[in-house]
C-alpha cells in the first residue's frame, strides 16, 4: 500500500490525488474512472470527482491503494 502526504493541506480533491499519484495521465481520466464507479474511498465506491479526502483514508483503484496520511 502506498502513503499519500497531504504536506500542511486539509485535504486532497479526489481527482487530484488519482493524477498526483500517479495512476492516472490526467484530471479528465481520473474523472472519468471515478464517475464510472472504478475508485472507492474506505472501502465504498465514490463517485464524487471532487470528494474532499482527509488524513486517514484509504484510496483504491484497481490493484492501486493508498493511505492518506498529514
Known amino acids: 500500500m502506498e502513503k499519500f502526504q497531504l504536506d500542511g493541506h ?3 480533491e479526489l481527482c487530484d490525488l488519482l493524477k498526483l499519484q500517479g495512476w ?3 484530471g479528465a481520466a481520473a474523472k472519468n474512472l471515478i464517475a464510472e464507479g472504478k475508485v472507492s474511498v ?3 465506491v465514490e463517485t464524487r470527482k471532487r470528494c474532499k479526502i482527509i488524513a486517514g483514508k484509504v484510496v483504491t483503484f484497481g490493484e492501486f491503494s493508498a ?4
Do not use: P
Request: aromatic share 8%; glycine share 8%; no cysteine.
Open 10 to 12: 486539509d485535504y486532497v
Open 24 to 26: 492516472t495521465e490526467s
Open 42 to 44: 474506505d472501502g465504498k
Open 67 to 70: 493511505t492518506v496520511s498529514k
